[in-house]
């Protein structure tokens, strides 16, 4: 069947350091993949997208990378920050179609 | 900054009621959308509309759910006959083009089925 799988468990880490993310799929092709941010309460906002043919994506302190091969969407945030403190959802097109498909977000925390 | 705008904010009904939520996409948008995200659980489509039709529905959008453009602004979510496991976060969300893109999303409508 198909899945997106995220790490189920909240992410704790100091602030300064780097949070790394990770986002597995099986049974998808997706042409490229996008990851969203998501404050309690609030609806997913845009951070990043990278396409399959790129293995790698920067804006700011975020990156993201891209394995195709290992089906696999690694999302980091440099420097964390407390307001850093949110869930990252990853997600992906399905093959052709424009819907997203959700993983169950990975909630990250920074501590001052 | 253009945004994605969601009332209510928060609905509440009784079990069988029908509702609506409403949404204004950004207004160059094309594509619409239709998501939601019972609470602890991972946010879902239900329906994509393009071109004043469906596009695609998810197995959730069954026969109680119906969508519609009425006037090229606004972008309605109706629920006939709501359920208690209808209680959910709802958002709205729209895209500029259909193929390589950002979605846009609202900020939701709580709706809590009682």
């Known amino acids: 069947s198909q899945k997106i799988e995220q790490n189920s468990e909240a992410l704790n880490i100091q602030e300064g350091k780097t949070a790394t993310l990770t986002c597995n799929y099986t049974n998808y092709s997706p042409a490229y993949l996008q990851w969203y941010r998501q404050d309690p309460g609030r609806g997913p906002v845009f951070l990043l997208l990278?396409?399959?043919?790129?293995k790698e994506k920067r804006k700011e302190r975020l990156k993201v990378t891209f394995d195709t091969t290992l089906k696999q969407s690694l999302f980091h945030i440099t420097a964390s920050q407390p307001a850093d403190s949110a869930t990252y959802l990853c997600a992906l097109h399905p093959g052709g179609y424009n819907k997203l498909i959700f993983g169950a977000g990975t909630r990250l925390a920074v501590h001052p | 900054e253009p945004e994605v705008t969601q009332t209510p904010s928060h609905q509440v009904t009784q079990m069988g009621q029908e509702v609506i939520l409403r949404c204004v996409p950004i207004s160059n948008h094309l594509y619409f959308y239709w998501y939601r995200q019972i609470l602890g659980q991972k946010v879902e489509f239900l329906v994509s509309f393009y071109n004043n039709e469906i596009s695609e529905k998810s197995e959730i959008f069954d026969d109680q759910f119906s969508v519609e453009r009425p006037d090229g602004s606004n972008f309605t979510l109706k629920i006939r006959s709501t359920k208690l496991e209808d209680s959910a976060m709802y958002f709205c969300?729209?895209?500029?083009?259909?193929?390589?893109?950002?979605?846009?999303f609202g900020q939701g409508t709580r709706l809590t089925v009682v």
């Open positions: 990278i396409r399959e043919n790129e």
């Open positions: 969300a729209s895209r500029e083009t259909g193929g390589l893109g950002e979605a846009f």
